[in-house]
């Protein structure tokens, strides 16, 4: 068993602000997000240019933060939310939602696309690079806040974490989740990007890559106390949500390849379907 490294989950206090370390892997997601972008829009295939970036990451954080808590309350908090429909203002008591976050910003895209007049499918591909890595370091936030822990478990690696009511020796999940939806899913993007892809494509494989990984560790997480397992007694709330998006990815692959074109290079910032 390996003892957990504990750290201060306050990055920073300044009197009575204090200020966590999940937020600043949030900023340093966005921050990354959006180095990548400025990065990307120098390709000519780009449906951007570099001014538009900007807007793009601020379009794109308040889809995670508006669509995360709203799917949090709406896939994991529906009884308190009837209960006090209140609390879905209370963000700093926690709750955030992965997939309800991917609802928020593929909708905010959508809004962001008709503004600048861009083609929507062009800017959902260039965006999935760029979102994996910001998963990463979300998860590293869950490992030193200690939440989202594992299942027990009896492997060399297991670990007690100092705020579990039951001391239980368990898989570090949040770590498994920060290598596979983070590190692997980015470097299976991004490769996948390198080259001119039908539209739609590299956005089918975000979303597929993402469904699959994230149903496996599922299987090492430690489902919501306060919802447990779900269908066929097995299956968590987190897996039942991956499963539109694994369907998702699988159709947008088909129906970009079913045309068989290569994306051409946009015209940056003017095209629009």
């Known amino acids: 068993m390996l003892p957990y490294p504990e750290i201060d989950p306050v990055a920073i206090s300044l009197g009575p602000v204090s200020v966590h370390w999940y937020g600043l892997t949030y900023l340093a997601g966005l921050a990354f997000a959006w180095w990548l972008a400025v990065r990307r829009t120098s390709q000519p295939w780009s449906p951007l240019q570099r001014d538009q970036v900007d ?6 954080a308040l ?30 008591q926690g709750g955030m939602s992965f997939h309800g976050g991917f609802l928020g910003v593929v909708f905010a895209m959508y809004l962001f696309a008709r503004k600048r007049h861009i083609a929507y ?15 990463a370091l979300g998860r590293i936030g869950n490992f030193i806040g200690q939440e989202l822990w594992g299942r027990a478990a009896d492997v060399p690696w297991a670990m007690v974490f100092p705020r579990d009511p039951l001391q239980l020796a368990r898989h570090p ?62 299956m ?31 015209s940056k910032g003017k095209s629009k379907t």
């Open 55 to 60: 807007d793009l990451i601020f379009y794109a």
């Open 63 to 92: 889809g995670v933060v508006l669509g995360g808590r709203l799917g949090y309350s709406l896939f994991y908090g529906g009884d308190r939310l009837l209960e006090d429909p209140t609390w879905i203002l209370r963000v700093w």
């Open 121 to 135: 499918g062009a800017l959902l591909d260039f965006i999935a690079p760029l979102v994996p890595l910001g998963l």
């Open 173 to 234: 999940s949040q770590l498994y989740q920060f290598a596979l939806e983070g590190m692997v899913l980015f470097l299976l993007v991004l490769w996948f990007s390198s080259r001119p892809r039908p539209t739609l494509a590299v956005s089918g494989v975000f979303s597929l890559g993402y469904g699959c990984l994230r149903f496996v560790v599922e299987f090492f997480r430690e489902p919501d106390a306060h919802i447990g397992f779900q269908a066929l007694g097995w």
């Open 236 to 266: 968590t709330r987190g897996q039942i949500l991956c499963l539109p998006m694994i369907a998702l990815g699988i159709y947008l692959i088909y129906i970009a390849y079913r045309g068989g074109n290569s994306s051409q290079p946009h």
